[in-house]
């Protein structure tokens, strides 16, 4: 069977399920002379589509672009650009104050040991049931009441918690005295040419709606609320995006050979690693058999979105399954297209920066 018949296959049978609505899937390699998509329920690669904590991508270039320009560097305490009184009490672990030692770097990896102010609170469940306008203050008081899982850069330790790209949002914002929305047009949009993203900041954004079981949600407060940065996009403007960030057309490639420092992530996140902003799933695993090779890196989200690229066979995969409630589908389906692809030929053709 050919390679996009078996891709082909594998959408299909993800999206027989019940719990999937409406879904996209789109797959390129480097040079584009391999191009496959596939829709369901109404959606194509051109539909725009909330894209979570792929969205975490995207803070994750802004802070390797201000590296880059030598506005920050990732062993920086945030201290030096977040207000004192913002942080005091943030982090206290066995009766010691960590707060003001975190550094951009603990943020990234996800190596501060902070618990998460969303899914660890009562804000994620609060979310389901209705539409809620969620503060940056209110998700970091919502932290400051929650225990901290371990002192900063614990050796082999990571704990996946939104607060710390937030923060890393914050940092952007003080750096470059612009708002997040804007600081993603100037930093990746124009300059990848993604002509169909955008961060909700009003009322006449269009907001997509997403699913949790049979259940329809339309959130428009949660989404222009001032804690939000993820983003809204379409598959195509994503795989114009991915083959930016990893072929080095928005910072230098040679970063990847710090931030690949991978930690496993906490048992809820099931076979992900984190590396320095992005997500590592090895394919040699008890998933596989361990008969996979190589790593998918990149990022999904929580409604289903994801961003993600095979090197061993040079193909970029992004799409989105649209379902709250089955996070890990996803990566399910990242995993079986990888292994399928055995017999695939990579070709890759590098993209370099002007």
């Given at each position: 069977?050919?390679?996009?018949?078996?891709?082909?296959?594998?959408?299909?049978?993800?999206?027989?399920?019940?719990?999937?609505?409406?879904?996209?899937?789109?797959?390129?390699?480097?040079?584009?002379?391999?191009?496959?998509?596939?829709?369901?329920?109404?959606?194509?690669?051109?539909?725009?589509?909330?894209?979570?904590?792929?969205?975490?991508?995207?803070?994750?270039?802004?802070?390797?672009?201000?590296?880059?320009?030598?506005?920050?560097?990732?062993?920086?305490?945030?201290?030096?650009?977040?207000?004192?009184?913002?942080?005091?009490?943030?982090?206290?672990?066995?009766?010691?104050?960590?707060?003001?030692?975190?550094?951009?770097?603990?943020?990234?990896?996800?190596?501060?040991?902070?618990?998460?102010?969303?899914?660890?609170?009562?804000?994620?469940?609060?979310?389901?049931?209705?539409?809620?306008?969620?503060?940056?203050?209110?998700?970091?008081?919502?932290?400051?009441?929650?225990?901290?899982?371990?002192?900063?850069?614990?050796?082999?330790?990571?704990?996946?918690?939104?607060?710390?790209?937030?923060?890393?949002?914050?940092?952007?914002?003080?750096?470059?005295?612009?708002?997040?929305?804007?600081?993603?047009?100037?930093?990746?949009?124009?300059?990848?040419?993604?002509?169909?993203?955008?961060?909700?900041?009003?009322?006449?954004?269009?907001?997509?709606?997403?699913?949790?079981?049979?259940?329809?949600?339309?959130?428009?407060?949660?989404?222009?609320?001032?804690?939000?940065?993820?983003?809204?996009?379409?598959?195509?403007?994503?795989?114009?995006?991915?083959?930016?960030?990893?072929?080095?057309?928005?910072?230098?490639?040679?970063?990847?050979?710090?931030?690949?420092?991978?930690?496993?992530?906490?048992?809820?996140?099931?076979?992900?690693?984190?590396?320095?902003?992005?997500?590592?799933?090895?394919?040699?695993?008890?998933?596989?058999?361990?008969?996979?090779?190589?790593?998918?890196?990149?990022?999904?989200?929580?409604?289903?979105?994801?961003?993600?690229?095979?090197?061993?066979?040079?193909?970029?995969?992004?799409?989105?399954?649209?379902?709250?409630?089955?996070?890990?589908?996803?990566?399910r389906l990242l995993i079986k297209l990888a292994m399928?692809?055995?017999?695939?030929?990579?070709?890759?053709?590098?993209?370099?920066?002007?």
């Amino acid at each position: 069977m050919k390679t996009k018949e078996v891709m082909e296959k594998q959408f299909n049978n993800v999206t027989r399920s019940k719990k999937i609505h409406e879904a996209v899937l789109f797959v390129e390699n480097t040079k584009g002379d391999f191009s496959v998509s596939y829709g369901y329920g109404g959606k194509d690669k051109h539909t725009p589509f909330f894209i979570a904590s792929v969205s975490k991508l995207f803070v994750t270039s802004c802070i390797l672009i201000l590296r880059e320009q030598k506005k920050l560097s990732l062993n920086d305490l945030i201290i030096n650009y977040i207000d004192k009184t913002t942080l005091d009490n943030l982090h206290i672990y066995k009766g010691e104050d960590y707060s003001h030692r975190l550094t951009i770097s603990d943020l990234l990896f996800h190596k501060s040991g902070l618990p998460d102010g969303l899914i660890d609170s009562d804000i994620l469940k609060h979310f389901i049931q209705a539409d809620i306008d969620v503060s940056f203050d209110m998700a970091l008081e919502k932290t400051k009441a929650l225990s901290p899982h371990f002192a900063p850069d614990t050796k082999n330790k990571a704990y996946y918690s939104d607060i710390n790209f937030r923060l890393l949002v914050k940092i952007i914002e003080n750096v470059t005295k612009t708002p997040l929305a804007q600081v993603y047009q100037n930093y990746i949009c124009i300059p990848v040419g993604m002509t169909n993203t955008y961060l909700p900041t009003n009322s006449e954004d269009f907001i997509p709606t997403i699913y949790y079981n049979n259940e329809t949600l339309y959130r428009p407060k949660f989404f222009n609320s001032d804690y939000n940065y993820d983003a809204i996009s379409t598959a195509n403007d994503l795989m114009l995006f991915l083959k930016a960030f990893w072929n080095g057309a928005l910072f230098s490639q040679t970063v990847f050979e710090q931030l690949s420092a991978y930690r496993k992530l906490q048992m809820s996140m099931g076979p992900i690693y984190y590396g320095g902003g992005y997500m590592q799933i090895p394919m040699k695993s008890i998933l596989t058999l361990f008969m996979g090779k190589g790593e998918l890196i990149g990022h999904s989200g929580i409604s289903g979105s994801f961003a993600f690229y095979y090197p061993e066979k040079d193909l970029f995969f992004v799409g989105d399954l649209n379902q709250m409630a089955k996070p890990e589908l996803p990566i399910r389906l990242l995993i079986k297209l990888a292994m399928s692809v055995k017999n695939f030929t990579k070709n890759i053709v590098r993209i370099t920066r002007v």
